[in-house]
């Protein structure tokens, strides 16, 4: 069998950046993808400059290039109350076509070794890990998604519904402003639709909603896709794909023993948001660090990630239970737009890692009489 200090089960953003914080401490990693990079992702390919910050410090300065800034965000509420401020920090929309393949080419320029291999297997032996009777590693970061095999490895129980999402995505021709829309839905609330332009003269176009007992079809979610965007085609919109969200209410542990979870498969997508990347990527690079290191991996990254978002996950949960009372919703707005500072605050908790402060509830409690 073929050893490495440590080995990566998915290049997503997740993946890649684990590997390139791996690479940086000094490892050797093994970063395995069933797919064939570049290729296509479904994703709102919203990058937020958290995101683009994180990767900086990981060595990957071309992360947006030649995607222009997208500076301000408009948000309907779903009674119509609407918003439309200036972001604290311009976002991008990069296909993620384009922008896992960047990360994947940076981690391998910085050593990693990719294989295209789809993981079947994992057994624990003794102080190692082997995957599919193929690799022995010495711990293992599951980025490999909402339908993670490590997470099943690990005993994991999936994302019940409540706490995991559905959404379509598609492409089509971007609207007159350059701005991020969200348009939030009274019916099967919480939902919304969105419209995040590229720079290319497309938009990356859908319709997201938090999945209650029911299944959900593909023609309903374009049907709510086409109420929300007024002016829309989805018969004309390319690309459409959907996917499963799994929201940071419902987390597992972060791993055990020698091997841990990231991104997606940690269920690391804000429940206020829907926003995943930077989570991802943010995770990704904590996982690989500690993956690194050795030794009891699992407690190292878990008390990791508490140090970093453990107040940040509290408040977003917050958060999204005051967002399923859509009265709540329309007052958020309603602060926001009378307010840049509450604006602020509910980008950087939506985007980031910010927190819910005493002002901002005060003054959307005010605007929800």
């Not at 479904?42 to 937020?48: F, H, M, Q, S, Y």
């Not at 639709?193 to 209650?212: H, T």
């Not at 794909?241 to 055990?256: K, N």
């Not at 690989?288 to 008390?303: I, S």
Request: aromatic share 6%; charged share 20%.
């Amino acid at each position: 069998m073929s050893a490495f200090d440590v080995a990566i089960v998915g290049a997503g953003p997740a993946g890649a950046s684990a590997a390139l914080a791996a690479r940086r401490a000094g490892a050797s990693v093994l970063l395995l993808d069933r797919a064939d990079f570049p290729r296509d992702k479904a994703c709102g390919d919203g990058i937020a400059p958290h995101a683009v910050e994180v990767l900086a410090g990981l060595g990957v300065a071309d992360a947006v290039d030649g995607y222009a800034p997208v500076p301000v965000l408009r948000l309907v509420g779903p009674g119509g109350e609407e918003v439309a401020r200036p972001l604290p920090r311009p976002a991008y929309t990069v296909p993620r076509k384009v922008f896992d393949a960047r990360l994947v080419a940076a981690a391998v320029a910085a050593g990693a070794d990719l294989r295209r291999h789809t993981v079947r297997r994992l057994e624990e032996r003794g102080d190692r890990v082997v995957v599919d009777g193929e690799f022995s590693v010495g711990a293992l970061v599951g980025a490999d998604g909402a339908g993670s095999v490590v997470r099943r490895t690990l005993g994991f129980a999936p994302n019940p519904d409540g706490h995991l999402a559905i959404a379509i995505r598609g492409y089509a021709p971007a609207r007159p402003k350059v701005e991020q829309l969200i348009v939030t839905s009274g019916d099967g609330w919480p939902a919304y639709a969105w419209s995040f332009p590229i720079g290319d003269g497309r938009a990356n176009i859908g319709y997201g909603e938090v999945l209650r007992g029911q299944p959900l079809t593909r023609a309903h979610l374009l049907d709510r896709m086409a109420a929300l965007l007024p002016g829309l085609d989805p018969t004309a919109a390319t690309g459409l794909r959907a996917h499963h969200l799994p929201l940071s209410t419902r987390r597992p542990p972060a791993g055990r023993g020698r091997m841990v979870l990231a991104g997606d498969a940690l269920s690391l997508i804000n429940p206020f948001t829907g926003e995943g990347i930077f989570y991802a990527v943010l995770s990704g690079a904590l996982a690989g660090e500690a993956a690194a290191a050795g030794g009891h991996v699992a407690d190292r990254y878990t008390a990791a990630l508490r140090r970093r978002l453990g107040r940040h996950f509290r408040h977003s949960r917050a958060a999204a239970w005051l967002g399923g009372r859509r009265r709540m919703v329309d007052g958020a707005v309603r602060a926001a737009a009378r307010d840049a500072r509450v604006f602020a605050t509910l980008a950087e908790l939506g985007l980031g890692e910010g927190l819910l402060d005493a002002y901002t509830l005060v003054r959307i409690g005010l605007a929800a009489r």
